[in-house]
């Protein structure tokens, strides 16, 4: 319960109420598109027109497809190239506008007939125009695009990824399998102005220790068989479900490639054989050597073949994403693994970009894959596993710091040795004349089903992106580690009782519009995503949007300020464990936490920023000044987060919606 006698549960639901009517606008008589040769012929902005057409169609308005303005009734909206001579008409752009996934929409008269130019360079930016005027339209009826004055933009981040895992055979292969969720979600993507899906396997186990659910977790033998490998999965799948899951695949990657995103395909375990794991529900065989160990020589080239095949399947493929480190299950510095498998790569035939985890990376692994001739990123991740304050953070913990007692040996002995400091942040990336390019990852942190939506946070995480000329961020979705080591349930990916339109992403339609669209543009106007909230909720949009945004920003301001674990498997701030207050009073439950490991002594992601319990109390006692933020400044801030967001909540009221619908 609230302060203000709200349930917290209703809270959690606040942004998924029923959309409150709006008044009636005027509807245009008639609405034309007329598309020069090139637009017409891009299937990402066939896929645009499609949506304005639907979305206007739901509004009793017919769009009427011409080819020459003879044929124009009513406002015309013209698809066209900067070039082309249907935009010669409206004012041209701003030099230097035209830059990849750049957008403009410019009203203007020709002809006598109200007209709204869609221009862009690419297939890419007249995809995003045409889901723009088709959002305008869903939102706020067909007079939203009698546009008032000229919209351009470009975006300073050159990838804006999101990555969705599969975790769990339980929880995930219903919408692994569903067609239309897919281009539903697509469709939501391009939207919110995304240019980048990755689609990640392997992905939920730290390491292959301790496997239960193992389904897509070494990802090969469940989509190709590869010839000349007696590869086996035991017990056996179903007859036809390999080939219906390479099927799948190439069509989730076809209808990406076909809405103008690149396709990131994520392979972060290329271990097959998992340790003490009695319970797993499957178990691969056929690449053990005769004493039952892992044949690297063996499974690195079957890796290779078998990567080979699926670059060939999927041609939408436009890069991998590999965890290179001893999470793998690939011991670090066993280089002719990865030598091996990064000729399927290399002789792919096309651009297939390489883009190695960050955590253990060093500059053998860099320059392997340089080699290879095609383009190379390498991923740190944002803020270690959590959402934290939207800025590069001026120092790392000092458990990460390579000292001579933390210089492990064996399977971790680079990520835990002289590399340790690349767990998170940049590290020392950022080279000058290097030969690759660096994109950040947002880990989902302890989100599982609560809502994260504020734009002041969005347009941070836009404008930290693109830092000294990285090329961007991917944020893992919400429900990314729902399900993970066999934790999956029938249902598990939706929360409330009976409420179809909570179910999986679409509950966070409003987090993926926030964060997409000020990736793409960190000053988008706040109209992108008010008109959203002014169709759901009607006058009390403004305390909806306040609510959400200071209770979103709760989570980032703990984790940047007081940080037990970097790792999201063990803290889960939303349930959170307590720690000791004194030494000896087991249990801890932070490995990763400095000792004696007892509340106070937890540090912050941010070190330099934030001064821990026992720095704060030590200061007090000597009356020493200190410039970091102390603990109790960060309290009296949650305090405030707190007391917006219940204003807000007050002035918003409880909707019956809400009361009515429960948490699982």
């Known amino acids: 319960m609230t302060r203000s006698g709200l349930p917290r549960r209703d809270v959690l639901k606040l942004m998924g109420a029923a959309p409150v009517a709006t008044p009636a606008m005027a509807a245009p008589p008639a609405i034309s598109l ?76 020709v002809e006598g007939h109200a007209a ?113 490998y007696p590869v086996t999965i035991t017990p056996p799948l179903a007859p036809g479900e390999r080939q219906k899951n390479l099927q799948t695949l190439k069509f989730i990657a076809s209808e990406t490639g076909a809405r103008g995103l690149d396709f990131q395909l994520g392979l972060w375990t290329h271990a097959w054989a ?28 079957y890796s290779r073949d078998a990567l080979a095949i699926l670059l060939k399947e999927c041609p939408e493929i436009t890069g991998i994403t590999m965890r290179v480190h001893g999470e793998s299950g690939v011991p670090e510095g066993t280089y002719d693994f990865w030598q091996t498998l990064f000729e399927a790569i290399a002789k792919a035939g096309r651009k297939v970009e390489i883009e190695m ?70 590290a020392d990336l950022y080279q000058e004349g290097r030969g690759f390019d660096i994109l950040y990852r947002l880990w989902p942190g302890t989100q599982k089903h609560l809502l994260s939506a504020d734009p002041a946070w969005a347009a941070g995480l836009g404008r930290a992106a693109h830092f000294c000329g990285a090329a961007g961020l991917e944020i893992c979705e919400p429900l990314t580690f729902k399900g993970r080591e066999g934790s999956g349930h029938p249902g598990g990916r939706n929360a409330y009782r009976a409420a179809d339109e909570a179910k999986d992403w679409r509950k966070f339609a409003e987090s993926y519009r926030l964060w997409g669209r000020l990736l793409y543009n960190p000053d988008t106007t706040p109209d992108v995503w008010r008109r959203s909230l002014a169709r759901q909720f009607g006058p009390k949009a403004g305390a909806a949007e306040r609510a959400l945004a200071s209770a ?81 400044e960060v309290a009296v801030w949650l305090d405030s987060l707190a007391s917006q967001a219940e204003q807000g909540l007050n002035e918003f009221g409880a909707p019956a919606e809400a009361r009515g619908r429960r948490l699982v």
């Open 34 to 109: 007329l598309q020069d040769a090139g637009t017409a012929s891009a299937m990402a902005a066939g896929h645009g027109a499609r949506k304005l057409e639907a979305a206007l169609k739901a509004h009793g308005v017919r769009l009427n497809m011409i080819s020459d303005m003879h044929m124009a009734k009513g406002l015309v909206i013209i698809a066209a190239a900067p070039e082309s001579a249907l935009a010669r008409s409206f004012p041209p752009p701003r030099a230097g506008w035209a830059a990849p996934d750049a957008v403009r929409l410019v009203p203007g008269l």
């Open 116 to 228: 709204l130019l869609v221009c862009a360079s690419d297939a890419r930016g007249f995809a995003y125009g045409l889901y723009e005027l088709a959002e305008r339209v869903a939102f706020g009826g067909p007079a939203a695009l009698h546009l008032r004055e000229e919209v351009e933009e470009t975006s300073p981040n050159r990838v804006r990824s999101v990555a969705r895992a599969f975790l769990s055979e339980i929880e995930d292969k219903a919408w692994f399998y569903d067609r239309q969720g897919w281009r539903d979600y697509l469709d939501m993507l391009v939207a919110a102005r995304f240019n980048r899906f990755n689609f990640a396997l392997g992905f939920g186990y730290d390491f292959p220790k301790g496997v239960t659910g193992d389904y897509l977790h070494f990802p090969y033998p469940y989509l190709v068989e590869v010839p000349g």
């Open 274 to 301: 998992w340790t003490d794991s009695p319970h797993s529900d499957h178990v691969i065989g056929g690449l053990n050597d005769t004493q039952g160990q892992p044949d690297w020589k063996k499974g690195a080239a």
């Open 357 to 426: 985890h960050a955590k253990g990376i060093n500059q053998i692994m860099i320059d392997m894959a340089v080699k290879t001739g095609q383009p190379v990123k390498v991923g740190p991740k944002f803020a270690a596993e959590h959402q934290s304050l939207a800025y590069h953070q001026a120092d790392i913990r000092e458990l990460e710091i390579p000292t001579p007692a933390r210089m492990e040996q064996g399977v971790f002995n680079v990520s835990n040795g002289e590399r340790r400091f690349t767990r998170y942040g940049y």
């Open 552 to 632: 979103s920003r709760v989570l980032t301001l703990l984790t940047s300020a007081h940080l037990p674990s970097a790792s999201n498997h063990a803290l889960w701030y939303e349930i959170y464990t307590n720690q000791p207050i004194v030494e000896g009073g087991a249990p801890y439950p932070y490995s990763d936490t400095p000792q004696p490991r007892v509340f106070g002594n937890v540090s912050a992601l941010d070190p330099q920023l934030f001064s821990s319990i026992s720095e704060h109390a030590a200061d007090l006692l000597a009356g020493r000044a200190n410039p970091k933020y102390s603990p109790a």
